[in-house]
């Protein structure tokens, strides 16, 4: 067996096909509620993109202090407040490490479902973050069973 050590800070995640499992920050998943909350509070209104952007506006106050979320910054002490851990891998295990937004875009609250194996097929991911409006994504098969995906997040 091999072993992975790994950092998840911000929106960032890890997902292993076989074993089932998802590493990611949960301190950010009140602050995710909030804005979802906002969202469909004021979804098909005039000020859905003004209280949206409040409430953005609000939540970032928290970015990088000890009672809210980190996320990558020039900030010396970032690097000791993510999630660091190690993982003992199976030969054939298959490992999705997303940059930030991507968990989110998929699971937030539970709006979305979807079979978890889906996620780890390039065409398949694509579908299911186009279906949510939420990110352009593209991707290219690398090297072996590499696949470099990009996202975009979408003007609202």
């Not at 992975?4 to 949960?26: A, N, Q, R, W």
């Not at 875009?105 to 949510?132: H, L, M, S, T, W």
Request: hydrophobic fraction near 35%; glycine fraction near 6%; include cysteine.
């Amino acid at each position: 067996k091999k072993t992975m050590k790994f950092l998840v800070l911000g929106d960032c995640s890890i997902m292993l096909k076989e074993k089932k499992k998802v590493i990611v920050d949960t301190r950010l998943e009140k602050f995710h509620k909030m804005v979802m909350d906002v969202k469909m509070k004021y979804t098909g209104t005039t000020l859905y993109k003004e209280k949206v952007r409040e409430m953005a506006q609000n939540v970032r106050k928290h970015m990088n202090t000890s009672s809210g979320y980190w996320i990558g910054s020039l900030d010396e002490n970032v690097a000791y407040q993510g999630i660091t851990g190690e993982l003992q891998l199976d030969r054939d295990e298959y490992i999705l490490m997303c940059s930030d937004g991507f968990w989110p875009a998929i699971k937030e609250n539970g709006f979305f479902c979807y079979k978890y194996e889906d996620i780890f097929v390039p065409e398949k991911i694509r579908d299911i973050i186009y279906e949510q409006s939420i990110l352009e994504i593209e991707y290219e098969k690398r090297k072996g069973n590499n696949i470099l995906f990009r996202a975009y997040r979408r003007k609202y």
